[in-house]
């Protein structure tokens, strides 16, 4: 486990990075929310409450996130034909373009960034990161606990 200073120093790259993630995905036309939104639907149609766990919100901050993306043609709701009460979103042909550029944009931006390690520590950068991906989803069961 890492000492408390590497913990601080990571917490805080963390942070600085989401940062240069944010500015790229708004170079691409979309905010932080509506990324992490579209990249949640892209795993397939879900109701609001599951999104608002993922994504760490309120419902009410889900329903006006949303109202947003439906506006823009992002993401569409549709009624359950069995219980007229419950919303599915699912992610539009306009909202995988959008997730896709986002993607591009965020991609591009940290191979910016990385360009300024030597490649090993590059690819053991790209590695951590997704590995901290892995953790994210295993915590929100959404990936095996054990390697295969």
Same mark, same amino acid.
């Given at each position: 486990?890492?000492?408390?200073? =590497?913990?601080?120093?990571?917490? /805080?790259?963390?942070?600085?990075?989401?940062? =240069?993630? &944010?500015?790229?995905?708004?170079?691409?036309?979309? #905010?932080?929310?509506?990324?992490?939104?579209?990249?949640?639907?892209? /795993?397939?149609? +879900? $109701? !609001? +409450?599951?999104?608002?766990?993922?994504?760490?919100? +309120?419902? !009410?901050?889900?329903?006006?996130?949303?109202?947003?993306?439906?506006?823009?043609?992002?993401?569409? /709701?549709?009624?359950?034909?069995?219980?007229?009460?419950?919303?599915?979103?699912?992610? #539009?042909?306009?909202?995988?373009?959008?997730?896709?550029?986002?993607?591009?944009?965020?991609?591009?931006? @940290?191979? =910016? *960034?990385?360009?300024?390690?030597?490649?090993?520590?590059?690819?053991?950068?790209?590695?951590? @990161? &997704?590995? $901290?991906? *892995?953790?994210?989803? /295993?915590?929100?069961?959404?990936? !095996?606990?054990?390697?295969?």
């Amino acid at each position: 486990m890492a000492d408390d200073e =590497q913990m601080t120093c990571a917490a /805080r790259a963390a942070a600085r990075l989401a940062r =240069q993630v &944010e500015m790229s995905l708004a170079d691409a036309g979309l #905010t932080m929310p509506q990324y992490r939104l579209l990249a949640h639907l892209s /795993r397939g149609s +879900s $109701w !609001p +409450s599951p999104v608002a766990k993922q994504l760490g919100t +309120s419902l !009410p901050s889900v329903t006006a996130l949303v109202d947003g993306a439906v506006a823009k043609g992002l993401v569409e /709701r549709r009624t359950d034909d069995d219980d007229r009460r419950r919303v599915f979103l699912s992610v #539009t042909d306009l909202g995988r373009e959008a997730l896709a550029a986002g993607d591009r944009a965020a991609g591009e931006r @940290l191979s =910016q *960034l990385a360009s300024f390690l030597d490649p090993d520590d590059a690819e053991r950068a790209f590695a951590g @990161l &997704e590995l $901290w991906g *892995l953790a994210l989803d /295993r915590e929100a069961g959404r990936a !095996p606990t054990t390697s295969a």
